[in-house]
DNA sequence: TTGAAAGCGATACCAT
DNA sequence: ATGGTATCGCTTTCAA
């Protein structure tokens, strides 16, 4: 038992200055590591802090100094591997710099995502990490800015929100992925995304909120329609938020008059869903239906077919994200930088290959 | 823009009561919503503040209430799935009662989490969940308690600290688990897990410092045991904390001169490269090998064969940790619970089976 | 090098 | 119902 702590309350400065025999500024400045102090000083003070337990409150510190140590990050799901290697980066950065990191999850919900941002804000965090659910309201975001601290966008960039983001190059992702189908001899290929609009429907590219899912969608109809495609919109399908609705929503699409003989998946979560019901319906994968997806989660390399996948380094994204935070909570002022990080196409075994078996993914530079 | 923000610094209470002719303690009552205003007042204040873009200064009021309303939670990797899907639990019950979440990574390492811990301490949050890296080294939770705050333990218990603590069962867990294996005929079974002793060697149950893997190899010993397996420990297998050391063990155990025929992996990202590995090296899954894994990570269900694994309900240990926290924070007093939750044994079709085909998930509550 | 005292932005007690 | 003021724990001038 070293504990010398008297049940009442919490060591501060001042009971260390009063047992050390100094000021309460002396003992301050060997507590808080600035200012000049004599060695006997110092030896002293620190003798009392370790007999009281001193421990210092970071809170009346952050209040003072007006910095924290702290940057908040918003994702839409931390349940999503996604956004785990990304919160991950951003941890692994953030503390390698001296930061803490404040999460909130926002459910890919607009309100909830507002409330957390001002809850963040409300705590001084110094900067914040977001992955907005929808660039169109974006009243909140702006409010970061106006309250002094930086904010980076993570994964999903916003045109009218001069700030920095750290995205991956979804674009070119899906008009590679697209082409590959195309190249395949697909015609009627799928769109699945979580991204919803009010009415489920798809209608034009401006009805899609989220950046990422957006840009994915113009490459995907763009190559579509190049390939001489008819009607392409109608192949995407919006909606598939959770487990359930992407198991409704694929269901549907493979009852159809017309399935689709080829599905991309806009990120794993849809992918395993997908998967499961393939098996499930005993339909053969990929002869009868091939499947594509964004985001090389662990578990695509082990699927039988294995999955062919748009890898992103999404751990980079999010180290990068912190990376650029900080930098600006040290004073960097540059204009905003929107760093865009390029993807890989891994070819496995789950798009119909002609004569190929399957030996070992092909990777592709894009 | 509706921004009255005057470039300077950010408004107070002491500028809001200026601004609306009241003084500071009564524009502190409205804007704090304590104590009691007459509606003209509240109309007043609330008309200043709208008009200043005033927003309270959480760290301020945590500093006078000593209540910040936030709950610091240290996981081992928040990159694997099982944290992802604990940390949701925690953050949705958290949210549900108005509590925000910080969160830290210790990477498992025991110093990288004293840290975290005293930041969150000296951060003053209301209250701690933590899943220990090991359960030998216990000062830096037990001043925890001493600093005030109630502690929640995480997936491992540690009997020699007398807090609440939420966990799944996993002793039992392990003795199904591995009894299953004995009943289809395995003798030769390998426990994988990413636990780790100074000398990477099993010796004795005792150098297992993760209580919830402890408890699974006491399970896995005791029923091979009974069954009359000769020199179990030797089939204990330390150290694989990354998918290289998973990977390198795995080979290695699997090129032994005798090789298990079965494999029990703590934890799904360890089974995941145990599954690649067989694919690699063209071992017939299940017959040439079974495997058996701790947690239902989604992908299990999908893969060829699906993977028979103990299903912790790990999103709900998340939110009790949570609920048993925010009830302490409430005041309850009563003695530290130890909550124990059910696990249910998926059979699916990576265990070699006698004569059943692959014809669904046989679930059996444990 | 050291000390006294003024904040930081809220809450809370005590009068009025 | 409202106002004045001490207080929380620390940092930070400013003098000495």
Chains 1, 2 share one sequence.
């Not at 390399?301 to 180290?319: F, I």
């Amino acid at each position: 038992m070293k504990e010398a702590q008297p049940k009442t309350t919490a060591a501060t400065v001042a009971d260390v200055a009063r047992l050390s025999g100094v000021s309460k500024a002396t003992a301050a400045r060997v507590l808080g590591g600035y200012g000049t102090v004599s060695d006997k000083a110092r030896d002293t003070v620190m003798q009392a802090a370790q007999a009281l337990g001193y421990r210092p409150n970071e809170l009346a510190r952050s209040m003072t100094t007006g910095r924290s140590g702290t940057i908040g990050v918003v994702v839409g799901d931390i349940e999503n591997p996604f956004f785990g290697s990304a919160v991950r980066g951003i941890s692994d950065a953030a503390r390698a710099s001296g930061f803490n990191v404040v999460l909130a999850n926002s459910g890919e919900d607009v309100a909830a995502e507002r409330m957390a941002i001002e809850t963040l804000v409300a705590k001084r965090v110094d900067g914040l990490i977001v992955s907005p659910a929808q660039d169109s309201a974006i009243g909140h975001l702006e409010d970061i800015g106006h309250a002094g601290r930086p904010l980076v966008l993570l994964d999903r960039a916003i045109a009218a929100l001069a700030v920095d983001s750290v995205t991956a190059d979804d674009r070119q992702a899906a008009e590679a992925v697209t082409r590959l189908l195309v190249e395949r001899g697909h015609r009627h290929i799928a769109y699945v995304t979580a991204c919803d609009t009010p009415t489920h429907l798809y209608r034009d590219t401006r009805d899609i909120l989220t950046a990422s899912v957006r840009e994915r969608i113009e490459g995907f109809l763009q190559v579509g329609a190049q390939a001489g495609i008819a009607d392409m919109p109608r192949w995407v399908r919006l909606g598939a938020n959770t487990s359930d609705a992407a198991r409704r929503l694929t269901i549907d699409l493979l009852g159809a008059a017309t399935p689709p003989s080829a599905i991309i998946a806009s990120d794993s979560l849809i992918a395993l869903e997908i998967f499961k019901i393939a098996r499930e319906q005993g339909i053969a994968m990929p002869d009868a239906l091939s499947l594509v997806t964004f985001h090389d989660a662990a578990w695509t390399a082990v699927t039988t077919p294995s999955v062919t996948v748009v890898r992103q380094p999404v751990y980079d994204m999010g180290e990068a994200a912190a990376r650029m935070l900080i930098e600006r909570l040290n004073g960097e002022t540059c204009a905003p930088r929107r760093l865009i990080l390029p993807t890989q196409l891994v070819e496995r075994a789950s798009v119909a290959v002609p004569g190929t078996a399957d030996a070992g993914p092909r990777i592709r530079r894009l």
